[in-house]
Nanobody, 122 residues
Framework: QVQLVESGGGLVQPGGSLRLSCAAS????????MAWYRQTPGKERELVAS???????NYSDSVKGRFTISLDNPKNTVYLEMNSLKPEDTAVYYC????????????????WGQGTLVTVSS
């Protein structure tokens, strides 16, 4: 069983910074890619940033230059460093992981964290 546990959300003033963490726990798996999504009430979940195990990254235009995604492979942990935060960054942020679980037949799974609320407000 592979699980994702997120941490790091909270309240921050505009222009401030936060760092989100998401750790994948379990055994017998490898990470293919990890990503952060966000969602606000009444809107679809949107991709914020993604990173493959080979370190290639992708960012939405709205966060490019302000957010940085990184992956610590030995710790199976992905981070999202968020700088110059704006009120429109307020959302529930979800961690996502594409993993391969090893077994008699390897399985490809797409996992989600529980979500962590980021509020940008003065």
């Amino acid at each position: 069983q592979v699980q994702l546990v997120e941490s790091g959300g909270g309240l921050v003033q505009p222009g401030g910074s936060l760092r989100l963490s998401c750790a994948a726990s379990g055994s017998g798996f490898t990470i293919v890619a990890m990503a952060w999504y966000r969602q606000t009430p009444g809107k679809e979940r949107e991709l914020v940033a993604s990173i493959a195990s080979g370190r290639s990254t992708n960012y939405s235009d709205s966060v490019k230059g302000r957010f940085t995604i990184s992956l610590d492979n030995p710790k199976n942990t992905v981070y999202l460093e968020m700088n110059s935060l704006k009120p429109e960054d307020t959302a529930v942020y979800y961690c996502n992981a594409d993993v391969v679980v090893f077994g008699p037949i390897n399985r490809y799974l797409k996992l989600w964290g529980q979500g962590t609320l980021v509020t940008v407000s003065s």
